[in-house]
């Protein structure tokens, strides 16, 4: 049972423009939601968090918004840039566990 | 430079024959953790280490065996290899239990095995 869930395998985006990677999850215990990016031939890399008592949280051009009752994540790239293609993981916890839970990826390519 | 390393990188083997995947990390990290990614499916934990000598089961943790001696040390061993073994593994490592800040994770480059 696939407790989060990114729907979208591919994403093709034009350069300059916002980026939206979405996620879903079906465990109410998770509190805590991470956007890992992955290039190949590397390991992910920690992107941004978000805990569930805030719905929003930005870092730069990237942005994640929570909606708890619809248990959605998503993920805004803005600007995209050709920098930003990758596979994108959302991953979920439970009360600050260590355990993370991984949603199946979106690979996200910006094209010029 | 902060980092998490795996040996090998590529790996091609036989059916049965024993192997194993090193996992090494320098942050003084206490959680340790192997992943193994398949496409459709994401990256699936398989076990996991709190600390020296804690280690548990993650979500598919068949045909699967570790150790954590070390602190920096988290080896995966494949005792009996078999084809629906092969996949891309990640060791990963972050801070430890003390709340949200301490999940992030560090992960490692992959191995790629394949068993034949």
């Known amino acids: 049972d696939q407790q989060v869930k990114q729907n979208s395998p591919s994403l093709s985006v034009q350069e300059g423009r916002i980026s939206i990677l979405n996620c879903d999850y079906t465990?109410?215990?998770?509190?805590?939601f991470l956007w890992y990016k992955k290039y190949p031939a590397e390991g992910p890399t920690f992107l941004i968090s978000i805990s569930s008592i805030k719905d929003k949280n930005e870092d730069g051009r990237f942005t994640v918004f929570l909606n708890k009752s619809a248990k959605h994540l998503s993920l805004h790239i803005v600007p995209s840039q050709p920098g930003d293609s990758a596979v994108y993981f959302c991953a979920a916890s439970v009360g600050g566990a260590q355990k993370l839970v991984f949603g199946q990826g979106t690979r996200l390519t910006i094209n010029p | 430079e902060a980092q998490v390393t795996q040996n090998p990188r590529y790996l091609i083997t036989v059916t049965g024959k024993k192997l194993t995947v090193t996992c090494s990390q320098n942050?003084?990290?206490?959680?340790m953790s192997w992943y193994r990614q398949d496409p459709g499916l994401g990256l699936r934990q398989i076990y996991y280490s709190m600390n020296v000598e804690v280690t548990d089961k993650g979500d598919v943790p068949e045909g699967y065996k570790v150790s954590r001696k070390e602190k920096r040390n988290f080896p995966l061993i494949l005792e009996s290899p078999s084809p629906n073994q092969t996949s891309l593994y990640f060791c990963?490592?972050?801070?430890?239990?003390?709340?949200?800040?301490?999940?992030?994770?560090?992960f490692g480059p992959g191995t790629r095995l394949t068993v034949l």
């Open positions: 990963a490592s972050s801070k430890g239990t003390g709340g949200f800040s301490y999940n992030e994770q560090f």
């Open positions: 942050m003084n990290h206490e959680y």
């Open positions: 465990n109410s215990m998770f509190d805590y």
